[in-house]
């Protein structure tokens, strides 16, 4: 592919809150781009806007001003890489820094300009993006979704949701389906279905170079037609010393067309690069008020860490009607849509897990787990709307207290 094939299927940004590096960038690069027209973004959007601002469906190539905002342009680059193939980051930088050019490399940049800009350094990054594309379209591998599956809080029934999430995306024609337990203090994965491995995800961080297909299936453990890759049977020593659950990621995404992680909390480093590296996260609650101010303080930390509101999924488990809160008081509160309610069930969740199955698709909690599996896979959404409930002005009260 030439560097004129490549550029003439992306719809070129300079995204700079730097009118002078801006203008001076778009002066070289009118030499390089013909005809193609080159749009300018003056700030940097939210990890929220990245969506509209980068609509799937168009290939762009962002040119990605770093030294203005060196922080929350790396924290953006992350983003943006995620949403591979259809944007590539071409990192642009004010000086020769080393460690800076790491970062950008190590967060997802395809490739860097130096300022002063020439010739030569387009030349060479654009000769690099067309071998990147022609070797991304001569495997012609999508790569799978990944599902984090979160609780508010310890006890909201997140493992159990993961699991039978798991199990409905195979059940609905999904070939290859991975679970895995990524919970690194207490993964609970193992008790819920009933089985054991001798290898854990601690044993494919350890041997990420090494992941091949035989590998990968020595460490894993099927059940009902799943992958399951478990935690530690017990908890490790320096566990919060790992932080990076990329290179395990990085390979399943090739290897499965959908990921479903059980976490263990929002907190952390861990935990947060679990989050960034999801393409949907469902943050699992129930309506009690506990539960709900722990989903609040969650919201706001993942917030204050830039993961993007726009891929967390607010699931409020184990809801009934006539007991706990309402789903549009819910909503309100936590200044977030409920994306789904899913029933109480005790009984169903009890017979699961003492005979370690799936919950069955013939109960109300298997069906609603079915339908949530279809909305997330891309089935129609639910219309019905929530009733209003006299405790709204009450619960925000409370909420606007804590918050504080």
Known sequence: MTNREALASRRLIIMSPSAPTANELETVLSGHVGDTTIHRLQAYPSPRDLPTALASGIRHLVFLDISSEPEQAIDLLGEMARMAPHVHVIAILE???????????????????????????????????????????????????????????????????????????????TKRVLLMDLDMLAGTLSFVLKIKSTYSFIDALLRASELDRDLCSAMVTEVNGVDVLLAPEMMLDGANAVTDPGPVLDYARRAYDIIVVDCGGPYGEWNLNLARSSGELLL?????????????????????????????????????????????????????????????????????????????????????????????????????????????????????????
């Open 95 to 173: 000086g020769d820094d080393p460690d800076l050019i790491l970062r950008c490399l190590r967060a997802g940049a395809v490739e860097f300009l130096v300022h002063p800009f020439t010739d030569d350094q387009v030349d060479a990054a654009f000769v690099k993006l067309a071998r990147l594309q022609s070797s991304a379209e001569s495997q012609a591998t999508e790569l799978a979704k990944v599902f984090c599956v979160m609780p508010a809080k310890g006890g909201c029934g997140a493992t159990t949701m993961a699991a039978n999430l798991a199990f409905q995306f195979k059940k609905m024609g």
């Open 284 to 404: 699992v609650t129930t309506n009690e008020l506990p539960a709900l101010q722990a989903a609040q303080r969650a919201l706001s930390y993942l917030d204050s860490n830039r993961v993007g509101r726009w891929k967390i999924r607010l699931i409020v488990n184990r809801y009934l009607r006539d007991v706990g809160l309402s789903r549009d008081v819910i909503a309100t509160a936590l200044h977030a849509e409920v994306f789904d309610a899913i029933p109480s069930d005790y009984e169903a969740v009890q017979r699961a897990l003492l005979d370690g199955k799936p919950i069955p698709s013939s109960t109300a909690l298997g069906k609603a787990i079915g339908q949530l599996a279809e909305r997330l896979g891309g089935g129609a959404k639910k219309t019905d709307a929530p009733k209003k409930s006299s405790s709204l002005s009450s619960l925000l009260k409370l909420f606007s207290r804590t918050s504080k």
